[in-house]
């Protein structure tokens, strides 16, 4: 079954940086369109980024660009997202996504 599983958040000062990771099984990670998502307290679900099956087309919510970099390596089958310059607006759960199916996130705390 497919399985996505997210890791690399915690708790960082304003400025800093995260690279989030997600390590895709179940399926054939190369053939799929990945996306990640946020989730802020009491704030419904927004798309932070999105990357074609080689990479060749991103896409990212405004709020992001600049600052974040979605990126994957098919051949380890991990999707990866880059977040520097972090603010405490980006304090969320992150949500690895493929088409119907979600990892179980991971929690980004951006705090002094």
């Known amino acids: 079954q497919v399985q996505l599983v997210e890791s690399g958040g915690g708790l960082v000062q304003p400025g800093g940086s995260l690279r989030l990771s997600c390590a895709a099984s179940g399926f054939s990670f190369s053939m799929y369109v990945m996306r990640w998502y946020r989730q802020a307290p009491g704030k419904e679900r927004e798309l932070v980024a999105s990357?074609?099956?080689?990479?060749?087309?991103?896409n990212y919510a405004d709020s992001v660009k600049g600052r974040f970099t979605i990126s994957r390596d098919n051949g380890k089958n991990t999707l990866y997202l880059q977040m520097n310059s972090l603010t405490p607006e980006d304090t969320a759960v992150y949500y690895c996504?493929?088409?119907?199916?979600w990892g179980q996130g991971t929690q980004v705390t951006v705090s002094s």
């Open positions: 996504n493929k088409a119907d199916s």
């Open positions: 990357i074609s099956t080689t990479g060749t087309y991103i």
